[in-house]
């Protein structure tokens, strides 16, 4: 593809994520827009890295997990004329974290729903993040190739618990056995169904008109009831509105059948029609326009590489502005210090490549030795600092000790290289005890496992009587000073250095709540940010 303008070439970049609750089909349709995108010529090669789904407890396959989404946690691939970078979420709940910040980094979502199940509890909160940005969000209704809910149902359920108004772009004719198609409500055609396979085909059947006497033909049982449903939901619902969309308030909706290769084309029109291109990003001091030609981006994920013996790590990075060329060169803000980067990743459906250009909207990786942390911000120089990337109060927590007290310091320094890639939360109190929180317990076991394969240490995970922590912020010096005094047992320091206090239980917190109405307790703080 040719290179055009920066302005021209940010304008057809896509950058998008899939949220759902596991088993709604991510993987599936991930996989369908990839075979659609032609980046890949057939299914089958993405769906062999769930296979640590439902293995919880199992390091090989947590390892293979992890190793493997190294290679798929970004997809580029172009479709008609546009750029597409679809960012991978983790599967598991226990890296909700991760998926948390990855949502940081994109302009859309596409949001699946499983037709049977209906809004269940992850796609929930994943909802509730996007909206922290008001991230545009396409809602693909999935599985109607089974027995499901009535659509209807499914529509005042999104509506009603994820608190979005609904615009239905198209209507579907039947479900499991009998489904026929999908009626689209804007070009008033019928698209019939055909169940697809591993590759795409491109014989799909329109019929054009609800009266349509061959619809009569064809589904002489069902069509009375299409009709009487399209015109419901002609009347009932509101028409799409882009601009309502692009707000975060109105999510237009789809149905069809991933597995299938159904709806996956239109999706990707979607994303290609509404969804924004690279949006302005916020800085502490400025908002950054995609097309301004100097460099800027942030780091949204670290993830350690496939080959645990040389202990390098790939930090992502979303561009917000300017063009990435190997050899540029730029300033790390945290540290003030001057990076070249000449080996930038670029990622493709199943391969990562050298990048050679890359624009507003496109992640890449930055080989990492450690310099380089989530939330971190690179400029051409600019003193910038990229908001809003979170950390959410941990919700479990172990108190960390090597076996072999001699490897105390190897101990220290694994978690701090750990916690600064976002794989756990470390806290150090008064007492010296390096106290792990986690979001799902299942990062514990890959720290201690970690800690083991690339540190060489053996640690000892002891249960801590701390069960909720709240980062704290003062009114004044003398508030800190006096709360230091009398809260030190139950106070300590983040890897940023941000106090934070560690309560026993609901209880506890919230009397030492209201002993201290001045102080502040939050549950989500940003990353780099120093709270005052
Ligand atoms: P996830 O990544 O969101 O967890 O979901 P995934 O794509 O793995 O899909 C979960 C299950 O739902 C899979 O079945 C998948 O084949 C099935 N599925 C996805 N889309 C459709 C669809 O349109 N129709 C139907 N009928 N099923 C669909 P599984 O039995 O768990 O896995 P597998 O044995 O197929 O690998």
């Given at each position: 593809m ?12 896509r950058?998008f994520?899939i ?6 089909g991510k993987t599936t349709l991930t996989e369908k827009l990839l075979l659609f995108g032609g980046a890949i010529q057939q299914a089958g090669t993405v769906k062999a ?23 798929s946690?970004?997809m580029q691939f172009d479709y008609v004329g546009h750029t597409i970078n679809l960012?991978d ?21 596409v949001?699946v ?25 396409i809602?693909f209704?999935n599985k109607l190739d ?23 772009l198209a ?8 489904f026929r198609g999908v009626?689209d409500?804007?070009h008033?055609r019928l698209l019939r169904f055909a169940a697809g396979e591993s590759r795409v085909s491109t014989d799909e059947e329109l019929i ?46 789809l149905f069809g059948s991933a597995i299938n290769n159904f709806g996956v084309r239109e999706i990707l029109q979607a994303l290609v029609d ?74 493709m459906a199943n391969e ?181």
């Amino acid at each position: 593809m040719s290179i055009g303008s920066l302005a021209e070439e940010v304008a057809r970049r896509r950058t998008f994520a899939i949220i759902s609750h596991p088993d709604a089909g991510k993987t599936t349709l991930t996989e369908k827009l990839l075979l659609f995108g032609g980046a890949i010529q057939q299914a089958g090669t993405v769906k062999a890295r769930k296979s640590a789904k439902h293995a919880t407890s199992d390091w090989m396959e947590v390892e293979k997990q992890r190793g493997i989404s190294v290679s798929s946690s970004v997809m580029q691939f172009d479709y008609v004329g546009h750029t597409i970078n679809l960012l991978d979420t983790p599967g598991h709940e226990d890296f909700s974290e991760d998926t948390y910040r990855v949502l940081t980094a994109v302009d859309a979502a596409v949001m699946v729903i499983d037709a049977a199940k209906g809004v269940e509890e992850r796609t929930i909160k994943l909802l509730d993040v996007c909206r922290m940005r008001n991230t545009p969000i396409i809602t693909f209704i999935n599985k109607l190739d089974r027995e499901v809910r009535e659509p209807i149902s499914l529509i005042e359920e999104v509506e009603l618990v994820l608190k979005i108004d609904c615009a239905p772009l198209a209507w579907p004719l039947g479900m499991g056995k009998r489904f026929r198609g999908v009626f689209d409500l804007r070009h008033d055609r019928l698209l019939r169904f055909a169940a697809g396979e591993s590759r795409v085909s491109t014989d799909e059947e329109l019929i054009e008109g609800l009266d349509n006497p061959r619809l009569d033909e064809l589904f002489p049982d069902e069509i009375g009831a299409l009709r009487g449903e399209v015109e419901l939901m002609r009347a009932a619902s509101a028409p799409f509105d882009v601009e309502l969309f692009l707000a975060g308030m109105q999510t237009p909706v789809l149905f069809g059948s991933a597995i299938n290769n159904f709806g996956v084309r239109e999706i990707l029109q979607a994303l290609v029609d509404w969804a924004p291109a690279p949006q302005p990003r916020q800085a502490a001091s400025r908002e950054v326009r995609p097309d301004e030609p100097a460099f800027t981006g942030f780091v949204f994920k670290i993830q350690a590489n496939m080959d645990p013996r040389h202990r390098d790590r790939i930090a992502f990075l979303r561009i917000c502005s300017g063009r990435y060329e190997p050899g540029c060169r730029v300033v790390h803000q945290r540290t003030g210090r001057e990076l070249k980067l000449a080996h930038a990743l670029s990622f493709m459906a199943n391969e990562r490549v050298a990048s050679e250009s890359a624009v507003a909207g496109d992640i890449i990786g930055l080989h990492n030795h450690g310099q380089l942390q989530i939330g971190d911000t690179l400029t051409e120089g600019e003193k910038l600092a990229f908001r809003g990337i979170p950390y959410f109060a941990p919700e479990i927590f172990r108190v960390a000790r090597a076996r072999d007290p001699f490897k105390a310091k190897q101990l220290a320094k694994g978690l701090k290289e750990l916690g600064e890639e976002g794989a756990i939360q470390v806290f150090n109190n008064a007492m010296g005890h390096l106290l792990l929180g986690a979001v799902g317990p299942l990062q514990f076991e890959i720290v201690a496992h970690r800690l083991q394969t690339e540190y060489q240490v053996d640690a000892v995970y002891d249960v801590s009587d701390t069960n909720l922590a709240r980062w704290l912020v003062f009114p004044d010096e003398a508030a800190r000073k006096k709360f230091e005094r009398e809260q030190a047992h139950r106070l300590a320091l983040d890897v940023d250095g941000n106090p934070v206090y560690l309560a026993p239980n609901r209880y506890n917190l919230q009397v030492t709540m209201e002993a201290w109405p001045a102080v502040r307790f939050l549950a989500t703080r940003e990353h780099g940010e120093r709270l005052a």
